[in-house]
């Protein structure tokens, strides 16, 4: 299995990145994904997640209203709209698959990807 992430870069503040997390190996359909941040030597964050079949979404309260989380199962593929950005939103981010369904047996990373946002 395999979450690979992209899309991040450095950015100014108040600008705009989609980060895209591609799986292979597993079938994101079955499966919450979500988006996670960390920042050297401090704990990993939730950030944002889409439930299976995309019910539900939820974002932690520092990004909700300025990120968006969506998914495209047909390419096994999850996305994170990133606006408004802040120097404090900059952090490596990583995807995360749990599942499946509501079971959470398995849980999966990616590398991560870097977010830099210049002030």
């Known amino acids: 299995v395999q979450l690979i992430e992209s899309g991040g870069g450095l950015v100014q503040n108040g600008g705009s990145l989609r980060l895209s997390c591609a799986a292979s190996?597993?079938?994101?359909?079955?499966?919450?994904m979500g988006w996670f941040r960390q920042l050297p030597g401090k704990e990993r964050e939730f950030v944002a997640q889409?439930?299976?079949?995309?019910?539900?979404?939820n974002y932690s309260d520092s990004v909700k209203g300025r990120f968006t989380i969506s998914r495209d199962d047909t390419e096994n593929t999850v996305f994170l709209q990133m606006n408004s950005l802040k120097p404090e939103d900059a952090a490596v981010y990583y995807c995360?698959?749990?599942?499946?369904?509501?079971?959470?047996?398995?849980?999966?990373w990616g590398q991560g990807t870097q977010v830099t946002v210049s002030s």
């Open positions: 995360n698959a749990e599942g499946p369904f509501l079971s959470t047996a398995s849980e999966y």
């Open positions: 190996g597993l079938e994101i359909n079955a499966f919450n």
């Open positions: 889409i439930t299976f079949g995309a019910r539900s979404t």
